[in-house]
């Protein structure tokens, strides 16, 4: 089977850990920012997490260097073209991308100026290319709140626009979502759709907590729910999307071996499974690779692929006109 040409929708992807290698170090020359190295494969190095972390927390260290270059317009969005425009020329047709606006301010930057930014390099990369795509905007679960309902006002104004969901990342404590309800409540009444990392790192009852407590439509990862019966069951009934990430769940320790990764498990029992990449630079994948690792790994057939391809479809934040031209793809 040929993978890199069958048509894909990722819906789980970070701005900030798939930024190119090169792209960082012409960033920081021009914004006059010292890095550790110019030579690319020390910096490929920096940005590239081990296949084995030794917890989430080193996975994320990854992060620092890109969001580094990341504080101008002018940065953030040639990034955020790049993206789009890798993943395009993957046959990528449907692309969210999240990222955190909080992370973004060291140098004066306002909210709306930075989803702007990251908003006007998709819409270029669509112009372009074959691909069509939306913003998710990601709450740091570890950061202060007193500016998350900040970020929820300047994304409005991009609602369906180029920006479609609300999400919170970040290491994840237990019962993190009694925090934040009336966040996600403001922003679904904004019009927000909702996705929420959860069940990652093996407490499942917070996805329980992210669907009931939060109303999340999809969860980020939301693997250990095989250890929770309760989340497993509202999950299956209410057919929340499970945002798979089978590359970085293994570099976090999430899982230990593709082999024991539920997505099969998820896949047979008819729970809406979509294959993610997560982060592209930091695990060093793409949706290509993604998609025949769990393939050749569980044996999956190509009318399997498709309906997990039609899962993606029906899953994504997307209009219902461009689901339609999606569908469209799902032989």
Excluded: W
């Amino acid at each position: 089977m040929n993978y890199f040409n069958l048509p894909k929708i990722d819906l789980h992807c970070h701005l900030d850990g798939s930024v190119r290698p090169q792209t960082i170090i012409e960033l920081a020359q021009e914004q006059n920012i010292s890095l550790p190295s110019k030579d690319i494969n020390e910096i490929n190095s920096l940005m590239i997490a081990p296949e084995t972390c030794q917890n989430l927390e080193e996975y994320l260290l990854r992060f620092d260097l890109p969001l580094s270059v990341m504080q101008t317009e002018a940065g953030i969005e040639r990034i955020s073209f790049e993206l789009f425009e890798d993943a395009a020329k993957e046959n990528v047709k449907y692309f969210e991308v999240r990222f955190g606006p909080q992370l973004h301010q060291q140098q004066g930057l306002s909210f709306k100026q930075i989803i702007g930014s990251a908003v006007k390099g998709m819409q270029r990369a669509e112009a372009q290319f074959n691909i069509k795509g939306n913003y998710i905007l990601s709450i740091l679960r570890t950061f202060p709140k007193d500016n998350i309902n900040a970020v929820i006002d300047a994304g409005a104004e991009f609602l369906n626009e180029g920006v479609v969901a609300f999400d919170l990342a970040g290491a994840e404590l237990p019962g993190f979502c009694h925090d934040v309800i009336p966040y996600a409540k403001y922003a679904k009444e904004k019009g927000y759709r909702i996705t929420i990392h959860a069940g990652e790192q093996g407490v499942g009852q917070n996805v329980h907590d992210a669907v009931s407590l939060l109303h999340a439509e999809r969860i980020g990862h939301g693997i250990h729910i095989t250890g929770h019966q309760e989340a497993y069951d509202l999950v299956k009934d209410k057919n929340i999307g499970l945002e798979t990430c089978p590359s970085s769940n293994i570099q976090t320790k999430a899982v230990n071996i593709l082999s024991e990764h539920p997505i099969h498990d998820f896949h047979q029992d008819e729970l809406p499974i979509t294959i993610n990449t997560d982060n592209r630079t930091v695990s060093n994948t793409t949706m290509t690779d993604e998609v025949r690792k769990v393939m050749e790994e569980f044996n999956l057939t190509r009318e399997d692929y498709f309906k997990i391809y039609r899962n993606s479809v029906e899953q994504a934040f997307a209009s219902d006109e461009v689901k339609q031209y999606l569908m469209q793809f799902a032989e």
